[in-house]
């Protein structure tokens, strides 16, 4: 049994329901995946990605030790959480132990956030639980904190996009300047060992339509570090290749346009042509092929989501079930998912806070 009600967190109602559990805290946040400009972005050209219906909650309550899913926690086995403890816990030597609990329906290492959605999820949880009321996180805050985790876990290499999206929700736009149209929210900032990168981070909504994302995930692992070596290979090679990123850019763009003015069927049409450049640069697969070719006949676009090799497609279709049908015939594994869904979300709240910063 539970009581519910409304908040407003950072401008956006929140609803929060009390269990009857008071020690407890539960937060989730969403997996993401991205509609355009993957690749093309670590070259500053504009990325869009959306929120997706897909979550991951975490459970904190307080214990005698620290646990995550009844294993003890290490630096080693549970990086983000391990960073995200230290971050937050600043003033005190010895944090209070809890045991943390994950749950949700985002496949691991398929391209759709899921360690963003932990880290983003689990900042949430234990940001409510902290007895300083009156200095909550922001969203900036929230974003940087699981930015940073994702960071120190893929050895200083980590776009916010991930982290941005699963904090905000709704349709996140990443690029190296402020975007016209969209609204800009805030900048991102990290020392790679390529040098300092910055992006500006800004979310738009999209007009509401019967339009639905169906994910294909082809179960290949391909680590997206090896792919964005493919990428930067190519361009070496052949500098002139950097035309292939612009038009990228240029189609990130024209979808972006399409999608604030609700015209669908040009943004299929430009996931499918964004798609062609990716194929063309090399960091498509046989596996991701084959299921754009199935979910091409019923939807109105698709590509390949994120860093390519392996890993999800996506497909725009207004018959989301006859386009995971054709994608699962075709051996792929498939979610549906509306655009567009909340960012991070407390979902229970402690009656009494056990946190002392
Ligand atoms: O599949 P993901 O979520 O790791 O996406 C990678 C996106 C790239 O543009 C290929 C890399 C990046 O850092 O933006």
Known sequence: MTRGCEK???????????????????ASAPAKCILFGEHAVVYGEPAVAVALEQRLNVRISPAKSWSIDGSSLTAKRHPHIHHLVHALWTNTSE??????HVTGDI??????????????ALCAALDTSRENSGDRLDHDEMSHLAHMAEATAQSGRASPMDTSTSTLGGVVVLSDR??????WAFTRQLETPEGMRTWEIHTMTPPQDDVYLVLGNTGVHAPTSHQVALVAAALEANPE?????????????????????GNYDVVGHAMSENHLILRN???????????????????????????????????LTRQPKATSEAI????????????????????????ETFWRD
Request: with cysteine; charged share 20%.
């Open 281 to 315: 640069l090399g960091v498509s697969s046989e596996e991701l092929e084959t299921l754009i070719s199935a979910a091409l006949p019923t939807a109105l676009g698709a590509k390949l989501t994120g860093a390519g090799g392996g890993g999800c497609m996506v497909a």
């Open 107 to 120: 496949p691991r290492a398929s391209g759709l956030g899921s360690s963003a959605a932990l880290s983003v």
């Open 95 to 100: 944090p209070k132990p809890l045991s943390v």
């Open 8 to 26: 407003e967190y950072e401008g956006r109602p929140l609803l929060v329901t009390m269990g009857l559990d008071g020690d407890a805290t539960t």
């Open 241 to 261: 290749r950097i035309n292939e990123i612009r038009a990228i850019g240029s189609i990130s763009r024209r979808g972006l346009k399409a999608l604030q003015e």
């Open 328 to 351: 699962e015939l075709a051996g792929g594994r498939t979610l549906i998912s509306r655009l567009g869904n909340p960012g991070a979300t407390l979902i229970e709240g402690p009656k």
């Open 178 to 183: 402020k975007e016209d149209g969209c609204e």
